[in-house]
């Protein structure tokens, strides 16, 4: 065979199993028109993404989002990943249910792609990298990612940024990563053992035969490869353009981590580690600078969020600051004990409990969520939300990262994989700490209570102590996302695995199977005694709220199938050893077939799709959907009783409907209406502040009015199947702009302070006619200039786009002109006078949260439009970014003579 043709078979073999998966997983997607309908894929991503490609159709940047709330920046939402290059799919002339498909099956390909990709270039061999894909991509944690996009954009970049930072940070002269072929050589023949099964299997790592030592050796030699860094700052910087920050700041971390630990020894000298860091940290602000043009406006409306609030020090530093400056001080968030209800508390959401583990192993192991409600784990009292409806990675993949980690236990690259997979899977316990144990165990045993304790739930956990321990780490959300780290690192020790069992000839991988089978009898056994008490405890749980009462029979044959499943990839494991001793080259296409098959029956129930008909339809009238904004006056617990009551294997299809007649959670964006509860990631502290005092305070219909809503969207629970309920148009509702009767200064004298968005919430609530409270500045400024008594006041509002508003106005006398569109310092006022002069001014803060513009008396054109600087310095810095990271590329990549 010619090295031509051997190369296109190399290049060809690992899409036989991507193209197989891709048709098994998303079978329905492709080749029908049905949409993923699990929980953000169907009522939060899909409204976003096609509100936001609306917007590009129509030639314009997606800047302003006027139907959350009272209006939000859409350019600075993360998950809107306006800028993320991969969003270039819905430019393509097919229907946006048919591009969002391909978007997310798309970035499944990359993810098999990039992490066979990194497995090769770690030095994995063609067969354990294609293992370590299919495990990587299709394993429980990725697969679940499908109805939360932009977190898969993450894992599908993840692998080259985690290559390319174990790369930059590896540069360490007689230092090798793993053992070079003449080590291993040398121990093989010490212990006896076959050196030409070794080089025949290390032939698979080279593109010529007869090279092996060579190629092998030169691998790990290459780890100050000029093109690392270029390529860790455009992963990077996907990443957070595609919505994932968090995940990008991780594995930026890990990078900069990893660094110190290979490089702590030349801190001795100072300028040989700076020399050494340097293309790190230039890849690393490199990626900062190709994404400003998302960073940039997101920091700044992140600033004005809710996460923003301080009550309380998050961090050891921040306490350690107010108490030397003499101020009272609590301590009880550093202590884990967080108000339900804060960010502080949201924070710990969807945390990754320890009776969760077995379903890496045994399928379904706490059973399905969803179509119908067979998940027997909700009756544990600290279960929380679920972020992935199963981690399944299946025993194969399990006992061959074992074996990969006990193989390369001494060796750097080793010890850096087994790390992150331990911080990926006890970081995601999130809310399960050391204090979560010893309240549970103070309960259980009665030796103290949670309140004599002193410390939540979350002290003493790796995330908690993320959180204290670095800086600005608080901001973000979600231990389950750490997970991310433990699927990466221990795929990769699945293909390592794989290679070290291939040049022992499968002996630990067959005796590890044979007790994975053997514990797995013991738990169906186990399993099968105890279906009747789990049938019996499932009647006293209390049912959920969409998917109706725990099927306890199912739960149990769920149980059952699952652990069976185990047994049977395991026999089938041992059989394939057993046979390939005689036929050595079977072994690895078979495991192949059998990871394939084996994560099919394990995951498939949890990629569920739906007719895109469903997205389509609404349910509303045109009068309706005319109204600027409507205050939907439900919650995500709002549903129909009947779905309490009965389950069904339609449910998710049912929850459906009644999401797009409610609007919840995002759904209002299709219609084109607003809500004037928010339902997005970075909901404005002020904001939130001023609806939490006016449900306290107002009625349903008086809140409405006071924000410009139309009507009030609302269950009646009254009927089984939940009818809708809108009361409007309402006719006392504030108009979108109003002229005030007169003027008031309130200074905000802390933006971070909650106490003192209440304090203005209060005062807005309690103002009486048509009053202006101003918040720019110190006193209220003095209206002066002639009055126009032939003139009549009166106000012609018209928003020509989401991000631009025309009024006609009409004074007759110097008056503030009150907007009821949220503000923002991007927002200016065009304000063409009766004389024809021109004047371009920022508008006020006023009201708590809208916008004043302050005029003579006349009548005047004014035209308010959003075009916030940070959006401009970003895309500047972003366009010279690019251009840097292509001089930089061009350069690592030139021909070497």
């Keep these: 065979m010619s090295n031509r043709a051997r190369r296109l078979r190399h290049a060809f073999v690992p899409l036989i199993p991507l193209t197989a998966l891709l048709v098994l997983f998303f079978g329905p997607a492709i080749f029908g028109s049905a949409s993923f309908v699990f929980r953000d894929a169907a009522h939060f991503y899909y409204p976003l993404f096609a509100f936001t490609q609306s917007v590009w159709g129509e030639g314009r940047i997606p800047m302003w989002n006027p139907y959350d709330g009272v209006g939000m920046p859409l350019l600075a939402e993360p998950s809107a990943s306006v800028f993320y290059p991969g969003k270039l799919l819905f430019a393509l002339p097919i229907a946006f249910p048919t591009a969002l498909r391909l978007y997310v099956i798309g970035h ?39 109805a939360n996009v932009i977190f898969l954009v993450g894992a599908a970049w993840a692998p080259l940024a985690l290559l390319a930072g174990v790369r930059l940070a590896s540069d360490v002269p007689n230092s090798p990563l793993i053992f070079s072929t003449d080590c291993v050589i040398a121990r093989m023949r010490s212990q006896n053992n076959d050196v030409s099964r070794y080089l025949a299997s290390r032939e698979e790592l080279c593109s010529e035969p007869g090279e092996v030592g060579k190629c092998h050796d030169g691998i790990f030699q290459q780890a100050a ?121 949201e924070a710990y959401q969807f945390s990754l409990g320890p009776w969760r583990w077995p379903e890496l192993i045994w399928a379904n192991f706490g059973g399905k969520m969803y179509p119908r409600n067979q998940r027997w784990t909700n009756a544990i009292p600290a279960e929380g939300r679920v972020w992935a409806p199963s981690l399944y990675v299946g025993g194969t993949s399990i006992v061959l990262a074992m074996i990969g980690g006990w193989t390369l236990r001494r060796q750097t690259l080793g010890k850096l994989l087994m790390a992150l997979t331990a911080i990926g899977v ?41 959180n204290c321990g670095l800086p600005g780490y608080a901001s973000f959300r ?65 049912p959920d709220l969409l998917f109706g009462p725990l099927d306890g029979a199912a739960a149990a044959v769920d149980l059952q199938l699952g652990i069976s499943l185990s047994i049977v990839a395991a026999v089938i494991v041992i059989a394939v050893t057993f046979l390939g001793r005689s036929r050595p080259a079977i072994i690895a296409p078979l495991l192949v077939a059998l990871m394939v098959a084996d994560l099919y029956v394990g995951l498939s129930w949890t990629i569920a799709t739906a007719p895109d008909s469903l997205w389509e339809s609404c349910a509303y009238s045109a009068e309706y959907q005319t109204a600027n904004r409507w205050y939907r006056r439900l919650s995500a617990n709002d549903y129909p009783p009947e779905f309490a009551d009965k389950t069904s294997a339609d449910r998710q299809v049912e929850g459906l409907r009644f999401d797009r007649r409610s609007l919840f959670p995002r759904y209002y964006l299709l219609e084109k209406v607003g809500s004037i509860v928010p339902s997005n990631s970075l909901a404005p502290a002020d904001y939130t502040l001023l609806l939490d005092t006016l449900r306290a305070e107002r009625t349903d219909f008086e809140m409405a009015e006071l924000l410009s809503a139309a009507g009030v969207i609302r269950l009646d629970r009254d009927y089984p199947s939940g009818q809708m309920m809108l009361h409007g148009p309402r006719p006392k509702a504030i108009p979108m702009a109003w002229i005030a009767d007169g003027q008031r200064s309130f200074p905000l004298d802390d933006l971070r302070s909650g106490a003192i968005w209440r304090e203005a919430a209060d005062a807005l609530n309690q103002r009486q006619g048509r009053l202006v409270l101003l918040h720019d500045e110190e006193t209220a400024p003095q209206l002066s200039g002639p009055s126009r008594n032939e003139i009549i006041d009166q106000i012609v509002y018209d928003r020509v786009h989401d991000d631009v508003i025309e009024l006609d106005v009409s004074l007759a006398k110097p008056s503030y002109v009150v ?71 061009a350069f690592a990549c030139r021909p070497r003579k």
């Design 108 to 146: 499944f390909g990359l993810a098999y792609l990039t992490s066979y990709n990194a497995a090769r270039r770690l030095g994995i061999s063609r067969s354990g990298a294609i293992l370590t894909a299919i495990s990587y991509s299709f394993g429980g944690y990725v697969v679940a990612t499908h």
């Design 225 to 345: 490869k000029k093109s690392a860094a270029p390529l860790l700052a455009l992963s990077l910087a996907m990443m957070i353009l595609g919505g994932d920050p968090q995940a990008a700041f991780h594995l930026a971390l890990v990078a900069g981590c990893f660094f110190l630990c290979r490089h702590w020894r030349s801190l001795r000298t100072p300028l040989l580690f700076v020399r050494r860091g340097v293309p790190l940290a230039a890849a690393i602000l490199l990626a900062a600078g190709l994404a400003a043009v998302q960073i940039l406006p997101t920091m700044q409306w992140a600033a004005r969020s809710r996460r923003s609030l301080v009550n309380q020090p998050r961090t050891i530093y921040s306490y350690a600051q107010r108490a030397l400056l003499g101020e009272e001080v609590s301590a009880d968030v550093l202590l884990g004990k967080v108000e339900q209800g804060t960010h502080e508390r």
């Design 426 to 466: 006890i970081g995601s316990l999130g809310w399960y700490g050391i204090g979560w144990l010893l309240i549970e165990l103070g309960h259980d045993l009665r030796l103290w209570s949670k309140e004599s304790l002193g410390v939540g739930e979350p002290f003493g956990g790796l995330y908690w102590l993320l």
């Design 478 to 542: 979600y231990p389950a996302k750490l997970w991310l780290l433990a699927a990466l690192a221990g795929s990769l020790l699945t293909g390592f695995g794989f290679d070290a069992e291939r040049e022992r000839g499968f002996r630990w991988l067959t005796r590890l199977m044979l007790v994975l089978a053997a514990i797995s009898c013991i738990a169906l056994s186990s399993a099968t005694l105890l279906k009747a008490k789990i049938i019996a405890a499932a009647s006293d749980l209390p």
């Design 819 to 889: 907007v009821q569109e949220y503000y923002d310092a991007g927002w200016v006022a065009e304000i063409e006078l009766e004389d024809g002069q021109t004047i371009t001014a920022p508008t006020e803060r006023a009201n708590v949260v809208f916008q004043a513009i302050a005029l003579p008396a006349g009548r005047h054109q004014v035209t308010l439009r959003y075009a916030p600087p940070s959006f401009y310095w970003g895309a500047s810095i972003s366009l010279a970014s690019v251009l840097a990271l292509a001089l930089w590329a």
